[in-house]
């Protein structure tokens, strides 16, 4: 097999790292290395902050809202065009399912229409002060250059959630996806240049964390970082930020709690679980890990629950049949193994799966089947920590009281599902959660119209909806004297 190249985008052109050095990457279905990427060091940052800093200081920075605007909306068309192409390359690094990253390629789209849109209606104030003889008013502007620190598990999403504004906003960016899955942000490159981008607006350095996001992270000349990724990893920045007092959107996962209460529409909830915790293979931050259960519903509920997941196929990320595919690194494989001990060890029932998957469709040795533990407490590591796979676990209630005080009782507040009829209800829990995202009787909904991200330690700042432009400008002042006088200047005007 032949293996394609992947280089850093640097200011207009494709370029190898300075090092000259490369690493592999592999598709998670087959296990096989199928291409190899350029490994970034801080020499190649150096040069992608100084492009993104002069395309600020160039031509970029005299564009004005709605030549922006109408730049978003033009790449917006190139990504519907390559919509499929985008998606294969994302499926065969990450191995998430063809049937989910058509429908997601074609839809990151909107996220550029929408921000293109709003980018000429972003307006300031005049401010009506109290001082005499003087205008006030306000303007916003870019922050500058921004870094974008992205995670495997959903590439291109996250990082359009941060591109799409930053760019209406004016901002230049500078990106390191991950070094496991670098290829897709790669190619998204080429888009750029076709759109009609001055050069080094967008760049794309890629590597490893230390070697490339560290250096990306504390570079002077970046002015915010955004960044979806780990606790850990994003505890890290956000220390290397306040040396400099850069700006910081974090988005660091969840550990979501679905609770369904006994008056709820039983099947739609099964399905509502379901989607919570083994799409996408249980790879994402908002994946719906702990099923919180209502005692007197808790084993009709288990029951019909192993029954449907335990029907789910499993294999082949490309074949429109497959509801669950691989994991999509050797490291999380190995991390979810060790949770799914952890929670056995911790005497929690497994009701499903709880191994590795060999069967039927599976290739490479990547595979665990979806797992369901029951009997589980909240003060378990199952139940408190992030695992990202396939593990749920079903952690039982008596009544809303106990419901609410279950879900909040976690580091992380990023999502929650409530599973009702009961109107009152809804608003009482929607008001009591604390997390950024709250779904009745629905899962897993996201748009790029409404504010998602975490409360608590599942992080800071918003993507997408109308208010997330605005962490990626500042806002300035501006007073003006309408009557020259000469003042007392030792007394505040
Ligand atoms: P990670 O946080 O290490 O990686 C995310 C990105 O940060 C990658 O591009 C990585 O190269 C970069 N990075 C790592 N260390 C850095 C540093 N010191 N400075 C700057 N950039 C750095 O996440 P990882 O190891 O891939 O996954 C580990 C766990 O993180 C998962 O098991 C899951 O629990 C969580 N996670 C959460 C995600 C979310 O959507 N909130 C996404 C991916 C992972
Ligand atoms: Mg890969």
């Not at 049937?99 to 009506?128: C, F, H, N």
């Not at 060890?345 to 979806?370: H, M, R, W």
């Amino acid at each position: 097999m032949t293996t394609k190249n992947y280089t850093h985008y640097i200011n207009g052109n494709f370029v190898a790292a300075v090092s000259g050095e490369t690493f592999e990457t592999s598709d998670p279905y087959t296990g096989r290395v199928w291409a190899t990427i350029a490994r970034g060091s801080s020499a190649d940052v150096d040069a992608a902050v100084t492009a993104a800093k002069n395309a600020m200081d160039g031509e970029w920075g005299t564009y004005n809202a709605s030549q922006r605007g109408k730049l978003l909306n033009r790449l917006a068309e190139l990504i519907e065009r390559d919509a499929t192409r985008l998606a294969e390359i994302e499926v065969r690094d990450n191995g998430k399912l063809m049937a989910e990253m058509s429908v997601q390629t074609k839809y990151m789209a909107e996220w550029y229409r929408y921000y293109g849109g709003l980018a000429d209606k972003i307006q300031g104030a005049v401010i009506p002060t109290d001082k005499a003889d003087t205008f006030n008013y306000t303007r916003y502007e870019p922050l500058g250059v921004v870094g974008m620190i992205t995670p495997w598990n959903s590439p291109l999403l996250l990082l359009t959630w941060k591109l799409a504004p930053a760019l209406a906003a004016g901002n230049t960016a500078v990106i390191k996806p991950s070094e496991f899955t670098s290829a897709s942000t790669i190619t998204f490159m080429e888009l750029f240049e076709e759109a009609g981008y001055p050069a080094g607006v967008v760049n794309t350095v890629a590597g490893f964390g230390e070697e490339v996001g560290a250096p990306l992270v504390s570079h002077k000349d970046v002015a915010k970082v955004a960044f979806t990724g780990s606790v850990s990893s994003g505890q890290k920045i956000y220390e290397s930020a306040a040396k400099d007092i850069k700006n910081v959107t974090l988005e660091l996962g969840g550990k979501s709690p679905n609770i369904v209460f006994e008056d709820a529409d039983i099947e739609a909830a099964v399905m509502g679980a379901i989607s919570g915790i083994f799409a996408a293979t249980g790879q994402t931050c908002i994946a719906g890990s702990r099923l919180l259960l209502q005692h007197s519903i808790h084993d009709r509920f288990v029951e019909r629950l192993v029954e449907v997941a335990g029907q789910a196929n499993i294999g082949d990320p490309k074949s429109p049949d497959t509801h669950v595919g691989p994991i999509t690194t050797r490291p999380q494989f190995e991390k979810i193994l060790e949770y799914i001990a952890i929670g056995k060890k911790e005497g929690a029932n497994c009701v499903l799966g709880g191994e590795p998957y060999t069967g039927p469709g599976a290739k490479g040795d990547q595979f665990i089947s979806p797992t369901i533990f029951t009997g589980v407490t909240n003060d378990m590591r199952i139940a408190q920590e992030e695992i990202f796979g396939p593990v749920l676990a079903v952690i039982p209630f008596e009544d809303e009281e106990e419901a609410i005080d279950i879900a909040n009782d976690v580091d992380f507040g990023l999502a929650a599902g409530i599973w009702t009829n009961d109107i009152g209800r809804t608003f009482r829990l929607s008001e009591k959660l604390k997390v950024g995202t709250v779904w009745v009787n629905t899962y897993r909904a996201v748009s790029y119209t409404s504010p998602f991200g975490g409360y608590k330690r599942s992080g800071l700042g918003r993507e997408s909806g109308v208010d997330a432009v605005f962490d990626y400008l500042q806002l300035k002042s501006v007073w003006i004297a309408t009557q020259t006088s000469v003042r007392n200047p030792f007394v505040i005007a």
